[in-house]
């Protein structure tokens, strides 16, 4: 049974939408059992299915269905039908803590108590083998009462998703939040990654403004690499030393939670707050006669990694406005599309437009070709650059950007002969 008259399954009335994304929704909605407030979040089956994206989505309430702690964001309950997931979840009243440091820096005061919050809540998660992946602002949410909650556990990995070297590999975060081993694509521990993330989030918090920012994506991570910011005047230097040995480039090094909590700063007024509620259990699954979560081969709880990019999946959701971290300081030269398709026939669609064209081909990896203008024109000769990012075996981001020539020359090959002969493989042009 679908959502009929704000009715969900004889059990919750549905109020107004919350927001939305590019595969899911939330509403408000109040239990008719017990007058509850919660929040629905309705996931579009089908829309998840064609990209590729179900294992992601499992994932998610799966680790939310392991977590229970008073600063994480509690799932009650999960029912589907045929075409919806409905995730029944703790409503926070208050909103994103993005909210908050958006109007302007926060006290120190406050802004440690959040800290705090934040920082037992993540070490509750890393204890039962959760790694978040996301933590930012965005992602955290407050009750009425002003308690932290995390949430959005949809890039968040398990301990079975470690390889065999005990790390994680799938590049994964928000850009300006994101650990430099992450970019580095080397393989990374999801707990000093996360720890990172924090240290982000508390001078976010403290300052009003990121630590590493930039127009162009390749020089914000080479400033996040050197660990390259500035602490405002009024930081406090037990504040700048933590800030220190949480945005330690060198994972190994980096501090730790237990370390964090042992920290002069971080323990002042720590007494003061109420225990975690730490309960041990799992949401409810409720199901109408015609369906199941999830088809028999992807039943809850056989998880498998999906090497998934964060960054472009960021990027697709239309509630998230991220374009200045994903473009160059002149958009002109830069288009960007989706295909559901594979990488090998991406990659020969874009050999075969070359050769129509009269292009000189260059594979430098399989993931990057450049296309070069045999005959210089004009006012000179125009070449371009396609590089692939995986979101799934199926779904992929398509980079074309021009590496060298007239933009007008560019723009105008990539109006009149490349975007048509793209047509029969694009899912989305970014941006449009």
């Given at each position: 049974m679908e959502i009929k008259e704000n009715i969900l399954m004889q059990k919750y009335k549905v109020g107004k939408l919350l927001g939305r994304g590019t595969f899911a929704k939330v509403y408000h909605a109040r239990s008719l059992k017990t007058g509850q407030n919660v929040a629905i979040k309705v996931i579009n089956k089908s829309k998840v299915q064609k990209v590729g994206l179900i294992d992601q989505t499992k994932r998610e309430i799966s680790a939310m269905g392991l977590v229970k702690h008073q600063n994480v964001v509690q799932l009650y309950e999960v029912m589907a039908t045929k075409t919806k997931i409905y995730c029944v979840m703790e409503y926070a009243k208050g909103g994103e803590l993005f909210y908050k440091v958006a109007k302007g820096r926060l006290e120190e005061d406050v802004a440690r108590r959040y800290f705090q919050q934040l920082i037992k809540a993540i070490d509750f998660c890393h204890s039962r083998g959760i790694y978040h992946r996301d933590l930012k602002p965005e992602n955290l949410l407050l009750d009425e009462s002003g308690i932290l909650k995390v949430s959005d556990f949809g890039l968040s990995a398990l301990t079975e998703s470690v390889g065999e070297d005990g790390l994680l590999h799938t590049t994964c975060g928000t850009p300006s939040y994101v650990a430099p081993e992450v970019v580095s694509r080397k393989g990374y521990d999801g707990v000093k990654s996360?720890?990172?993330?924090?240290?982000?989030?508390?001078?976010?918090?403290?300052?009003?403004?990121?630590?590493?920012?930039?127009?162009?994506?390749?020089?914000?991570?080479?400033?996040?690499?050197?660990?390259?910011?500035?602490?405002?005047?009024?930081?406090?230097?037990e504040v700048r030393m933590l800030l220190c040995r949480m945005l330690d480039p060198n994972p190994y090094?980096?501090?730790?939670?237990?370390?964090i909590m042992e920290n002069p700063w971080f323990k002042k007024g720590f007494d003061f707050m109420p225990a975690p509620l730490e309960v041990e259990g799992r949401p409810s699954i409720s199901l109408n006669k015609e369906s199941t979560v999830f088809t028999a081969d992807e039943k809850l709880g056989q998880r498998k990694p999906v090497n998934l990019n964060a960054f472009d999946i960021i990027s697709l959701s239309s509630g998230i406005d991220l374009s200045g971290l994903f473009v160059s300081k002149d958009q002109k030269d830069e288009a960007k599309f989706t295909a559901?398709?594979?990488?090998?026939a991406i990659i020969s669609k874009l050999e075969d437009i070359a050769r129509k064209l009269k292009l000189k081909v260059r594979k430098k990896d399989d993931a990057l070709l450049k296309l070069e203008e045999v005959t210089p024109g004009k006012v000179g000769t125009v070449s371009m650059e396609a590089e692939l990012f995986e979101i799934t075996s199926s779904f992929y981001l398509v980079e074309l950007r021009k590496s060298g020539g007239e933009t007008l020359e560019y723009q105008k090959m990539l109006r009149e002969d490349i975007r048509p002969a793209l047509k029969e493989i694009v899912w989305a042009w970014q941006g449009e």
């Open positions: 996360d720890i990172w993330s924090c240290g982000v989030i508390l001078f976010v918090m403290l300052s009003g403004q990121l630590p590493f920012h930039d127009s162009n994506l390749m020089e914000m991570y080479r400033k996040i690499s050197r660990a390259d910011y500035k602490c405002p005047s009024w930081f406090s230097a090094t980096r501090i730790s939670t237990a370390k559901a398709r594979s990488s090998k």
